[in-house]
């Protein structure tokens, strides 16, 4: 695992990345486990990746294990709690071999501060990321676990 990290890296999603975004986002695994669970248009995620690339409030980034795209990481500041939240998606390829833990660590080092993340029920993937990344649940809410690092 500490090899897996230490090679990851993110860099700052680009309008560029709009193909691959898309085709993580309409992933039926990563749907599944979205608050949003439609298959979302190449033109409505058009406009969805221009915006977020222009909020000075949202951080995207995509995730690299020697040069490979492997997922993507987005932290959206809240100013009045004072915290990021986080969400992340892994390439399915990917899953299951401790790179989405080491693309949240990677987020949660470059961006410091207090943290939150909202988490389906039943996606024990997800938790365990959080975990990791040392966020302890809260609370649950209609089929939603809350996670923070405060």
């Given at each position: 695992?500490?090899?897996?990290?230490?090679?990851?890296?993110?860099?700052?999603?680009?309008?560029?990345?709009?193909?691959?975004?898309?085709?993580?986002?309409?992933?039926?695994?990563?749907?599944?486990?979205?608050?949003?669970?439609?298959?979302?248009?190449?033109?409505?995620?058009?406009?969805?990746?221009?915006?977020?690339?222009?909020?000075?409030?949202?951080?995207?980034?995509?995730?690299?294990?020697?040069?490979?795209?492997?997922?993507?990481?987005?932290?959206?500041?809240?100013?009045?709690?004072?915290?990021?939240?986080?969400?992340?998606?892994?390439?399915?390829?990917?899953?299951?071999?401790?790179?989405?833990?080491?693309?949240?660590?990677?987020?949660?080092?470059r961006l410091k501060?207090?943290?939150?993340a909202e988490i389906?029920?039943?996606?024990?993937?997800?938790?365990?990321?959080?975990?990791?990344?040392?966020?302890?649940?809260?609370k649950k809410s209609?089929?939603?676990?809350?996670?923070?690092?405060?």
């Amino acid at each position: 695992m500490s090899r897996i990290i230490e090679f990851v890296k993110i860099r700052t999603a680009q309008l560029s990345d709009l193909e691959i975004l898309l085709e993580w986002r309409n992933d039926f695994e990563t749907r599944k486990n979205s608050h949003n669970t439609d298959t979302i248009d190449e033109v409505n995620h058009k406009k969805w990746l221009e915006s977020t690339l222009a909020n000075e409030n949202i951080q995207l980034f995509i995730a690299l294990f020697n040069n490979n795209q492997i997922g993507t990481v987005r932290a959206d500041y809240n100013s009045n709690l004072d915290s990021w939240e986080i969400s992340w998606t892994i390439a399915a390829n990917y899953r299951g071999l401790g790179y989405g833990k080491a693309m949240v660590k990677c987020l949660t080092d470059r961006l410091k501060g207090r943290f939150r993340a909202e988490i389906k029920e039943g996606n024990t993937s997800s938790i365990k990321i959080a975990e990791f990344c040392k966020m302890s649940f809260n609370k649950k809410s209609n089929g939603i676990l809350y996670y923070s690092n405060y």
